[in-house]
Nanobody, 124 residues
Framework: QVQLVESGGGLVQAGGSLRLSCAASGRTFTTLNMGWFRQAPGKEREFVASNRWGSGRTYYADYADSVKGRFTISRDNAKNTVYLQMNSLKPEDTAIYYC??????????????WGQGTQVTVSS
């Protein structure tokens, strides 16, 4: 079992920045694939970014087209924490952001563990 706890959401003006954190526990974090997803009201949960342990014994980052160049996913293995740095935020980034673990791709159903979510609201 993996427990995930997100933090860092809030209200920000368009063009501003936020950093989300997700602390993981329950399994070895070093090789745990991590992802961020978001869900806006009335919409399906969508992929934002992932950080996955690859065959080359390194981490690979992947991003949704809508956030490329603005968001950065990173991890601190010493703290068992994955981050999502969000810059140049837009009102359409408003959503509940979820941290997920143990997935293989950008598909939400492939992730076995989920955090409780943190609200991000971007005002225009």
């Amino acid at each position: 079992q993996v427990q995930l706890v997100e933090s860092g959401g809030g209200l920000v003006q368009a063009g501003g920045s936020l950093r989300l954190s997700c602390a993981a526990s329950g399994r070895t974090f070093t090789t745990l694939n991590m992802g961020w997803f978001r869900q806006a009201p009335g919409k399906e949960r969508e992929f934002v970014a992932s950080n996955r342990w690859g065959s080359g014994r390194t981490y690979y980052a992947d991003y949704a087209d809508s956030v490329k160049g603005r968001f950065t996913i990173s991890r601190d293995n010493a703290k068992n924490t994955v981050y999502l740095q969000m810059n140049s935020l837009k009102p359409e980034d408003t959503a509940i952001y979820y941290c997920a673990a143990d997935g293989r791709s950008s598909r939400p159903y492939e992730y076995d563990y989920w955090g409780q979510g943190t609200q991000v609201t971007v005002s225009s």
